[in-house]
């Protein structure tokens, strides 16, 4: 069983704050993706990324994959309130054809 | 275009009820998934359809649920009979790869079972 663990669990912080939350896993995956949820809504995918060490920007968001793609990370630069949410992993793993999520960050900006 | 489309938004049932989701996908594409969401657990795949044969229904908690997927634009995810652990957001979701790049999600049907 391929397990995402995501950390923190909770994060409540003041706008123009800098955050970065985790994604980490003992297994190996060929893919990861980043989504973004908010109250009442499914969750939006973000990124995908799919080469060790890769590291993508989405504005004030960057991504990046660990070299040995067991981990990732999301920092987000001077948050605003419009990026609070519930932000989770999913990790497409090798010879399995559903994606593993985590249980995600839930990420509170404030004014 | 069109996102993944989900009825009904809402549903509350008595426990014993049947219970019957619906999901459009986004057209072209050939990969369905159910989903389940609480806070305990997370999100949980409860069943995966790949040109609208089921593929991988390891998920799906016991017998009281079942999925169909007529053809390439519709699925349904039944409960019968429903009970109160059951209540939960499930959410479709499809994708165009194969076999489980980038999926896109409906905005979800929130079941209260009392």
């Known amino acids: 069983t391929q397990l995402l663990e995501q950390s923190p669990q909770f994060l409540s912080i003041q706008e123009g704050e800098n955050l970065t939350v985790y994604c980490n896993s003992s297994?190996?995956?060929?893919?990861l993706q980043w989504y973004r949820q908010e109250p009442g809504e499914g969750p939006v995918l973000l990124v995908t990324?799919?080469?060790?060490?890769e590291v993508k920007k989405l504005k004030r968001l960057t991504f990046q994959f660990g070299d040995a793609r067991k981990d990732s990370s999301l920092h987000i630069t001077a948050a605003q309130p419009g990026d609070t949410g519930l932000y989770l992993c999913?990790?497409?793993?090798?010879?399995?054809?559903?994606?593993?999520f985590g249980k995600g960050t839930m990420l509170l900006v404030s004014p | 275009d069109a996102g993944v489309i989900q009825s009904p938004r809402h549903e509350v049932t008595e426990m014993g009820q049947e219970v019957t989701l619906r999901c459009k996908p986004i057209?072209?594409?050939?990969?369905l998934f159910w989903y389940r969401q609480t806070m305990m657990r997370g999100l949980e795949l409860l069943i995966y359809f790949n040109n609208n044969v089921p593929i991988d229904d390891s998920g799906m908690p016991e017998d009281r649920f079942s999925a169909k997927m007529p053809n390439a634009s519709f699925s349904t995810l039944k409960i019968q009979p429903s009970e109160p652990r059951d209540s939960a957001v499930y959410f479709c979701?499809?994708?165009?790869?194969?076999?489980?790049?980038?999926?896109?999600f409906g905005p979800g049907t929130r079941l209260t079972v009392t």
């Open positions: 990324v799919v080469t060790g060490g």
């Open positions: 297994s190996v995956f060929s893919s």
């Open positions: 057209s072209g594409h050939n990969s």
């Open positions: 979701a499809s994708s165009a790869g194969v076999p489980a790049y980038e999926q896109y």
């Open positions: 999913a990790g497409e793993a090798h010879g399995y054809s559903t994606l593993t």
